[in-house]
Every structure is written in C-alpha cells, then in structure tokens.
C-alpha cells in the first residue's frame, strides 16, 4: 500500500508482528523500561537501530544517523500522529471523551501535529514570538524569578526541587507571556498534566476524560483571553501569536490559536522541569563535575548541552510512515506507526563517544537531538537553554554542599512514552 504526499493513511490497531529473537524481551511501554532505557537503547543501536517491535508493532528508530534522517523527511515520516491516539482530528475516540470533547473547540493539527506547508504556516506566525531577541529580553525577568523561587527555601536546607522550582520556573514563563495571572498558575498547571497525559497515548478512558475536561476548560478560559488580546495587543507572546500576520498566509482562527497555545504550555513546563531536576541530580551523581561548575560558571552554557543530551526530557516522538520506505535496510509500509528514540541517538557511541559519562565540558554536547532537527526543531529551545543556564547558575551559587536526604531512594519515573521526567527531587544543601 503507497500514499503519496496529502492523505495520511490510517494506521490500524497496532498488532504484535512476531519474534524478533531476544530484544523482545524488552517491551517499549514497560515503566521499568521507560524509567530506565539504557541497555535497551544501547541493545537497538547496535543490534536492530530501525526494530520492529514484534509486542507492539511499531517501528522504531534509534541510531543517531537514522533518527536525523527521519527527522530530515518529513514527506516519507508525518507528524500527523494525532490519528493513532484519542483526540487527533480524524481518531476514533471512546463515546465518553467524545461527549467531553463537544463541549470544547475540535482538535485541529498545528505545528507539533502538522506537517509542511501547514506546519510552515503556524510555524512562521509563532517564530516572532519565540525569537532570540524576544527570549533575550526575557533575560531578567528569568532570573529575578529564579532568584524568588530559591529565595523561597534557602534559609531552611532542604527542598522538593521539582514542585518548589522546576515546575514553577518554566510554567511561571510561559505562564506571564500567555498574560495568565498568578492566581490562576494552580489551574494552568493542571491543564498542561491533562495534555501530558493525553499526548502520552497511554491513559485509560477515565483518565482521558479527565484530561479532556481539564482540556475544554482551558479552551474556555483562552477564548477569552484570545479575544481580548486582539483587541488590546500586549507586550507579550499570547498577543503575538493572536495578531502574527505574515503576507500571503491567512491568520489563525480561535481552534488554531488554541492548538498552538496547547502547544506551547505542555512543550514549555514538563520539559523544561524534567531537564532541571534529572541535571541536579546528574551533578550530584558526578560531584567532580559539580565542582568543576562551581570553580568555572562559564561552563555552564556547554554542561547545559551535556544534561540536555543525556537526559533527553523528549525521550521518544511519534511518527507515521506515509509512503514505503526502506530506512536503514528494513522494509517500511505506509501507514506503519514509528517511535523515533531520541533518547538512544543521543548516547549513540558512534557520535558521543563513551556515550553513558557526563562530561560537562564535551566538545560535540550541543550536536544532541534533544529539541529534535528538522522542520520541527523545537520552538522553545532558545528559551529552555536561557531558564536552564539561569536556574543552573544560580543552584550552584546558592545551595552548597548539595545532598540528597538520608533514606531517599532512586527517583522514580512516572510512565509516559514521550516524556520521560521525574516524580520528585528532595534534596538537602546548608542553608543560606
Ligand atoms: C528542555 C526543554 C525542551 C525539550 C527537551 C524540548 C524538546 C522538543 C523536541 C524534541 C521537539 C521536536 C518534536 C518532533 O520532532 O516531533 C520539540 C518541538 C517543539 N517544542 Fe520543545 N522542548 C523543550 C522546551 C520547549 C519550550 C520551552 C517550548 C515553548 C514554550 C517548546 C515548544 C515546542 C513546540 C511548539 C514544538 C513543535 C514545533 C513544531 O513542530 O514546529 N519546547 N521540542
């Protein structure tokens, strides 16, 4: 079956597709396995880097090499993946989030979700936004927030770094540039786990019908806000994206606008705060390292590449093969579901070598594929580098002689297939 460029085909329930000798033993979707993917990842590279995984069906893509190339074509590999989960525009979802979803705008695919020339249409009214200059001006307020936030608990030696920081730096960001008040920070943060968890494909129909509420409730509170930034342009990103005119493209509609905003709050908040704490806890694993940062801040810029590559907080994305393919010698059918692994091609021997150590001052850290290549790269990344270089170099000043508490176990990773972050950080440091 071939499809050329415009319809996406279908693909069908995923179907386990036979042995494929010992990597079936792992199954992607195994929360041991998605907390810890090391030895599976190392085992695709090597042995099988495109694998079709006999438990699920999906293909999936690991190599360094393969992934960039996936990446890089986007007329064979669609990112309208929204079919093969509940919610895309076309997916058939259970009744009862269907009853849900009609009280809220239809879910269109914008950028994440689109593919060129829509995704270039949504992509070049948002870029402005998201500019360097835009995010450069964000500079002060970015570190006076991360000055707040850690004035908030230095005097008393410990904290719970995700909740007390991680989450609230990032979502506070993106928080003020959409123009939401801080009283309403506790609602837009349960907004964004309602898309985490709907994006995460792995939710039951309860769980997806909370999500949806929490989903509908936000289009409701953003129709508003949309409409007032139309007609009273700010300062910020929320009134740039409202207003992007660009000649010859027609502006985005309401349903857009929201999609985008979607968008824009689960890409800016779980991974920003997933990077922050798997980085604490990277540098207090290797306190050579730490030292090393403390002595020299400057290195900062480059540890943050180094933590990004090897946490990788994206750590799988969807794809849709839309034509047959044959990627790195296996046969590939249109309409094949494809999991692309950052988090493999970024410890691939190959390019990073002695792929597993933290090397904060790692001559090729930045060539990562953490925000992704291709027409896709990641919007917020220029943002995420500044509020993780702010939030590093502050930590570092600020919380000596950084510890975890006695008695604190390995941190855990609540299961979701593409973004791979930690349930909590507590730490202990000597107080200010
Ligand atoms: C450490 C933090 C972040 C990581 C690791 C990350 C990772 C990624 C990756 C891997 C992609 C590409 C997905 C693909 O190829 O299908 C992506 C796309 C995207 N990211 Fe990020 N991201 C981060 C922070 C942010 C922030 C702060 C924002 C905005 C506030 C953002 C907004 C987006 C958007 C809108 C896209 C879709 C772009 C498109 O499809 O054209 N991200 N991100």
Request: a negative charge.
């Amino acid at each position: 079956m071939s499809s050329s460029s415009g319809e996406v085909p279908t693909p069908g329930p995923l179907q386990p597709v036979g042995d494929a000798g010992e990597l079936s033993r792992f199954n992607p979707f195994d929360p041991a396995i998605l907390a810890q993917p090391w030895e599976y990842n190392d085992r695709l590279v090597a042995e099988a880097p495109v694998h079709r995984e006999p438990n699920t069906g999906l293909i999936l893509v690991s190599s360094y090499e393969l992934v960039n190339q996936v990446l890089n074509d986007y007329e064979t590999f669609s990112n309208r993946f929204m079919l093969m989960m509940g919610g895309g525009t076309k997916a058939k979802v259970p009744s009862a989030v269907a009853e849900v979803m009609k009280g809220g705008y239809p879910p269109v695919d914008t950028m994440l979700t689109a593919d060129p020339p829509e995704q270039r249409r949504f992509r070049s009214l948002v870029n402005k936004g998201f500019s360097l200059r835009r995010v450069g001006a964000l500079a002060p307020r970015i570190e006076a927030l991360v000055g707040e936030l850690i004035d908030g608990f230095a005097q008393e030696g410990r904290v719970e770094l995700r909740s007390q920081f991680a989450v609230p730096l990032p979502l506070t960001v993106i928080a003020e540039q959409l123009g939401v008040p801080r009283e309403d920070l506790a609602k837009f943060k349960q907004w964004s786990d309602g898309f985490v968890a709907q994006l995460g494909g792995m939710a039951s129909t309860e769980e997806q019908v909370e999500a949806w509420k929490r989903i509908v409730e936000f289009q409701r509170y953003f129709e508003k806000v949309l409409k007032d930034r139309a007609e009273n342009p700010r300062a910020d990103i929320l009134s740039a994206v409202v207003n992007a005119r660009v000649e010859g493209e027609a502006s985005l509609d309401t349903a857009e606008c929201l999609s985008i905003l979607q968008q824009l709050l689960v890409a800016g908040n779980e991974t920003t705060a997933s990077a922050i704490c798997q980085g604490v806890h990277l540098l207090m694993e290797n306190p050579d390292q730490l030292a090393r940062l403390r002595e020299n801040p400057d290195g900062i810029p480059n540890a943050v590449e180094e933590i990004l590559r090897l946490t990788t907080p994206t750590a799988n994305m969807w794809r849709v093969c839309i034509r047959d393919t044959v990627l790195g010698g296996v046969e590939i059918a249109a309409g094949s579901a494809m999991l692309v692994r950052f988090s493999a091609a970024n410890r691939d021997p190959a390019v990073f070598p002695d792929p597993h150590a933290f090397d904060a001052g790692r001559a090729n850290a930045h060539d990562h594929l953490a925000f992704g290549a291709g027409v896709h790269f990641c919007l917020g990344a220029q943002l995420a580098r500044m509020e993780m270089t702010k939030a590093f170099e502050a930590l570092l000043e600020r919380l000596p002689n950084l510890r975890a508490p006695d008695g604190s176990g390995p941190p855990v990773y609540p299961p979701n297939i593409l973004l791979r972050g930690m349930a909590a950080l507590p730490l202990e440091f000597d107080p200010a």
